[in-house]
């Protein structure tokens, strides 16, 4: 099977979902052009050239490059969306969504409910997403784990190459509005993705470890981290399961409930603040659902209540790392 | 009581023993005619589906879309509105009794509560796996209760069910990393696998070679075909003088099932047709009394239906003896794994002119090489010999 970076999995599954249904468009800023192009239109595709091909394959009413307004971006999908369209609006980084909070919040996760269920909005939203690059505390945000807290938003976090083609072809077929988080730290990173279209349904959980001793839940840029902690575990004779949830809304809690039974421990590990995330909610699942089984205190691993800094060095003791990982993991066995 | 009626797999054939369930066409709820399609259930290379026999509401379901179940096994309750849920619970219950094979429901002790068996049996598994590992057996086919789990309390993890599927332990990804691609056998390629494996083991074959002359065949061809209508091939002036050997050698026109030759009274010749899936042996029917003609008419007909895949049971059973042609890609001569439960099997090459001698001179004729495979079982050495002597004389006549 092809080796594809996470960056050509996604563009792969564009290309074919706008091949395949006419109703499909690319909306955003640069998504034709882009940051460092020599400023012919359709030269780059995007700051992370993750469109690029779109423009000059299906043109420019299906590749639309609008001006610097993700209101009038995210307005614009949810409007085409309504009259039957399936817009794939990109938002740079996932950090401005505060410019188009309204959009979101109050119209796309709502119409479904508010009109009785008579209409559907199956909108995507991607957005780079998280930190690592040094871009700052305006660039370098997750806000997944505020999007999860809206009813009536689906919210997806890929991890890896083959997992992002197979979601954002789900995402874009699903009937409702989808949040589309890509860890842009992973863009670079490669994995077996087929060339075929395929699709990964929402609300069931991977397992790319398993192992008896403990469970441990990340998101994301995360799960690799966590793959290489619990890795270094196993020459000490740790073995972990590692879930990777894919998707925070639905979420698969029987997985993590299921395992959190055979375990007995639990760590979560995401690189978001921890007040009111996805670490912090996880946890009160399992302590409300699994208490019985739990032989000890469940772990958060998470950045600090901080914004992201823009130094190399401090955000590197900001992140998450597999070190960290592997030390809560440890505690919980202490 | 009268009112309610069993859904079970039933016996599509001499050979079938399990069916897989492909899907539900209603649900449970919902109303149903008499002849209604209710589900469809595959089995060895056909999909069938099977039709409500009385009119009623489809109660339960009791297996899911992809389960495989063993003939005569429950798979839902059709009954009329007024039976209530405790005559069904105990319908199904006595099912469970009646058959031998089917000991799940039966053998529990607590059989107070009928209802929480398929419950408790869920939960049972469940224990030992996760969501993550159920998805993935259920995606593979693979049946959770017959793993033993390698992680710890024998929880049965993705690592289990991959191995359950291909026994070469190597994990998916390192091997395709390699340039491989793996990809599970489909139930009808399973089916062939498993058949093309057991006559080979257990069949003692033996093989009888033989040369033909067939220039006059060929003229013969030319003239049909000249004559307008139906085209007629090589092969279908070839099974048509297989249909008449195999009146004259009728111990080679048998099934051969448990110990036990089964003699047909007329021949129905199966023909390989190649499709994406695999060959489907298609049978065309008393041959004996077909032209060529109606033999290159019913061969095409049948020839689409398994490229549409949508052929009957009908079409391709109650075969008594199999032709396999490969001349079409150049083989000159090649043995066959007989199909059982027939008795045998005839190879054919293809056709090329070569040189022969004849009265001590050499001379070019059209020339072609025919196998014929028998089961040694039923067919002894020299009845083989007979049947194709009788095959080279129909073969001459018809010429």
Known sequence: MPQKTMRDAINEALHQEMAADDSVFVIGEDVAGGNGSDGTIGCAGGVFGVTSGLYEKFGPLRCIDTPIS?????????????????????????????VCMDQIVNQMAKFRYMFGGKTRCPAVIRFATGAGFSAAAQHSQTMYQM?????????????????????????IRDDDPVLFFEPKALYQESCEVPDESYTIPFGEAAMPREGDDVTVVAFGQMVGRAMAAIDALEA??????????????PLDSATILESVEATGRLVVVDESPPRCGLTADIAAMAADRAFHSLKAPIK??????????????????????????????????? | MSDIYPIAIPKWGIEMVEGTINSWMKQTGDNVSKGDEILEIESDKIINAWEA??????????????????????????????????SIDAFIQNFGEDKADAPAAAAAPAASTAVAEPAAAISETSKRTNPVVRRLAEELGVDLDTLTGTGRNGRITQDDVKAAVSQSAGDTAAVAASGVDIE??????????????????????????????IDALVRQRAKLNEAGGQKVSLNDLIVHCVGKALMAEPRVNINVIDNAVHRFHQANVAVAVATDEGLFPVT?????????ADIAAATAELAERARSGKLEKSDISDGSFTVSNLGMYGIDQFTAIINPPMGAILALGAATEKAVVRNGEVVVATVLNATLSCDHRAIDGAVGASFLAALKKALDEIA
């Open chain 1, 70 to 98: 993700e209101s009038a971006i995210v307005g614009a999908a949810a409007g085409a969306a309504l009259v039957g369209m399936r817009p794939v609006a990109e938002i740079m980084f996932s950090d401005f969504i505060g």
């Open chain 1, 147 to 171: 999007m999860t807290a809206v009813p009536g938003l689906k919210v997806v976090i890929p991890s890896n190459a083959y997992d992002a083609k197979g979601l954002l072809i789900s995402a």
């Open chain 1, 236 to 249: 000490q004779g740790i073995s972990c399961d590692l879930i990777d949830p894919r998707t925070t809304s």
């Open chain 1, 300 to 334: 958060q691993v998470c950045a600090p209540h901080s914004p992201v800094p823009f130094s190399t060095d401090l955000e590197a003791a900001y992140l998450p790392s597999a070190e960290k990982i592997q030390a809560a993991i440890q505690e919980t066995l202490r």
């Open chain 2, 53 to 86: 026999p009385a009119d009623g509401i489809l109660r339960r379901q009791l297996v899911e879309e992809g389960d495989v179940r063993s003939v005569g096994q429950l798979l839902g309750i059709i009954a009329a509105a007024d039976v209530d849920e405790e």
């Open chain 2, 184 to 213: 599970p056998f489909s139930a009808t390629r399973k089916t062939i696998a498993q058949r093309l494996s057991k006559a080979k083991q257990e069949i003692p074959h033996y093989y009888l070679s033989v040369e033909w002359e």
């Open chain 2, 284 to 292: 065309l029917r008393a041959v004996e009394t077909l032209s060529p």
